[in-house]
């Protein structure tokens, strides 16, 4: 893999899947909509709609949607100079979102190109000068290889000084608790900010449903900014001696998928920005909150204008 000479302050790693959505019950559905949607790629684009200099890591298959892929993520404002092209081809999900509120997922991913990364494939120069690094445990649990490619990479940015971010994301899937609790171990002492849903990922893995005991859990296991999503109870958060709750905004649910995502790239896009967790914590939020007014994933994003507004000066947005 060539290295870029493009400079970013957040490289986020992961899957990014073709999309083909419906209204309709998948075995009903007449016609699909295309899209993508990957939890690394929508942090990535929140943070780049805000203002990061932000870059995609990821593998991509040069079968008939790879182009669409790129061209996709491109328009995000994202680098995708790290990309790397494979053969093969790439994951697919169908889901169907119901009018009662419920969906059907099915994935197509084992052996997609995600899942082909090595750690031989990072690009290293990226690595070594980049802020933060993001990641998460779907990255880990896509195959054997790619977990092995995230730790290379996280030992790569640590070693020259950088910050890594890591969501939890557990699915079950994927892999069994155990199996993903370990992954998440595995690299736990390396990360800087941990940014877990309650009780999505706490519970299963962890046993933990409350926010606030999730903060104190691992900000015990020497995690030093560690913020506890929890959908429409808003985010625990805690860093040094500081604790913080903030509510959710009021805002009509359209769509709540991704809102986790647009959430840790907001909040992240305020960290690299010079902003405390605190001010973080609540851009983060009115972020969230915008996106589950909207339907789509990375499409659903909300623009930096559509945040300032709703911020209505309680942080000035870098």
Known sequence: MSESTATADLISMGECMVELSTREPLRQAPSFTRGFGGDALNLAAMAAQLGTRAAYLTAVADDPFGDYLLDGWRGTGVD?????????????????????????????????????????????????????????????????????????????????????????NYRRLLWEPAAARAAVEEVLPLVDILLPSVPEDTGPLFGLEDPAKVVDYFRAKGVPVVIAKAGPLGAWGGWEDETRHWPPEATKVVDAIGAGDAFCGAFLHGRLAGLGPEDCGTLASVAAGLSVGQTGTAGGLPSREAVVAALAGRVELP
Request: charged share 20%; glycine share 8%; net charge neutral.
């Open 80 to 168: 995708v100079s790290l990309v790397r092209n494979v053969g093969g081809y790439n994951g697919l999900y169908l889901m169907a979102a119901l009018q009662t509120g419920e969906r059907e997922i099915i994935y197509y991913r084992e052996g997609s190109a995600a899942a082909r990364m090595t750690p031989e494939m990072l690009p290293t120069e990226a690595l070594r000068n980049v802020q933060l690094f993001h990641t998460s445990s779907i990255t880990q649990a896509i195959s054997e290889s790619s977990r092995k490619a995230v730790r290379a990479a996280i030992e790569t940015v640590k070693d020259t000084g950088g910050a890594v971010s890591y969501d939890v």
